[in-house]
């Protein structure tokens, strides 16, 4: 999953960092045939929010789909609860059963006050016996009445502090859900597996009780957190996908996959845009990146624009089949471009 983060503008751009990053550029042919093939071996879940352009993006999409990931619940202050799905999210989990989908229900560790992930939140959460308990049943008042098939846990900006508790907490949620509901988790790309301890993830322990996991390969760079470059470029997601295969199995990953860009102004504004924008803002100075399998572009007024659009998520589909993974994730829906089977 993603969201906009408020982390600190890293300055710079080194011109040799520019070259490495752009080639193999050619001109764009035109702003059409950009929709995304899916091999049909794979499993493709969908992403959205809880509003309106997501039913759109899923009336679009459902011939593609397998599964609907809906990000409509956040832990509540101090950790103490979960927040209840939102109108707009129950209509989204009922779409997706009349269309003959699954959907998961995302439950995320934001601080509303300052829209990004708190580690905070989360360890007040996992920490706590009681905490953990109304989180839980209130989980599981969801996947009992509000129609979903599963949970997917997308705990962000922990430390190696939080490993143990969230073991116990997927371990007490796996005990409390009915045994057909599904537990999947997000996971952050890193160069190496022994990195994930740091980050919070016991994955020997977690990995008999959780279902399916998503490698979130996106925002390698972004505007506000860093440089100019790939959403998530082809090299980078590689490597993660390579650390974990390293220790989970490939049949239970699902390759996350960007389904907007960023744009970075000279004056060190900007921010995320669709696809559609992103072509739209281009034009004729798109160039599509085949080394990282993204589109970029340069504009007259010296923004430069990176997305990844659906020839992006059809590369990283046939690499996702080559490797043995279970599917691929795109978040999201509404951002991106249509999904076709292929």
């Known amino acids: 999953m993603k969201h906009p983060r408020s982390r600190a503008?890293?300055?710079?751009?080194l011109a040799a960092a520019a070259i490495l990053l752009t080639a193999g550029c050619t001109a764009a042919t035109g702003t059409s045939g950009h929709v995304a093939t899916v091999p049909k071996s794979l499993s493709?879940?969908?992403y959205g929010v809880d509003d309106a352009a997501?039913?759109?993006a899923l009336a679009r999409d459902r011939s593609a789909l397998d599964i609907v990931g809906i990000s409509g619940v956040n832990l509540t202050t101090g950790g103490a609860g979960v927040a209840a799905s939102s109108q707009e999210a129950l209509k989204i989990a009922a779409k997706a059963k009349a269309d003959g989908l699954k959907s998961e229900l995302l439950v995320t560790n934001i601080d509303q006050q300052k829209g990004d992930f708190s580690n905070d939140l989360v360890t007040a959460m996992l920490g706590s016996e009681e905490n953990r308990s109304f989180v839980i049943a209130g989980l599981a008042s969801e996947i009992a009445h509000g129609g979903y098939h599963g949970v997917q846990l997308d705990f962000e900006s922990m430390s190696q502090a939080d490993e143990a508790g969230l073991v116990t907490f997927v371990?007490?949620?796996?005990s409390t859900l009915p045994s057909t509901a599904s537990i999947s988790m997000t996971l952050p790309a890193?160069?190496?597996?022994n990195q994930y301890p740091a980050q919070g993830f016991d994955l020997e322990r977690l990995d008999p009780l959780v279902s399916r996991y998503v490698l979130m390969a996106y925002d390698e760079h972004g505007t506000g957190f860093s440089q100019s470059g790939p959403v998530g470029g082809l090299p980078w997601m590689k490597q993660a996908v390579t650390a974990l295969t390293g220790v989970v199995a490939a049949k239970k990953i699902d390759l996350g996959v960007a389904g907007y860009g960023y744009s970075w102004t000279t004056s060190g504004s900007g921010g995320v845009i669709t696809t559609a924008?992103?072509?739209?803002?281009a034009g004729g100075a798109a160039r599509w990146v085949s080394a990282q399998g993204e589109w970029t572009a340069k504009l007259s007024n010296g923004t430069i624009l990176w997305w990844s659009d659906g020839q992006s998520l059809t590369v990283r589909s046939n690499y996702a089949k080559s490797v043995g993974l279970h599917g691929v994730a795109l978040w999201e829906m509404s951002s991106g471009d249509r999904i076709t089977r292929g």
């Open 190 to 193: 890193v160069s190496a597996a």
């Open 171 to 174: 371990s007490e949620l796996r």
């Open 277 to 281: 924008q992103a072509r739209k803002k």
């Open 44 to 46: 493709v879940e969908g």
């Open 9 to 13: 503008a890293l300055v710079g751009g």
């Open 54 to 56: 997501t039913l759109t």
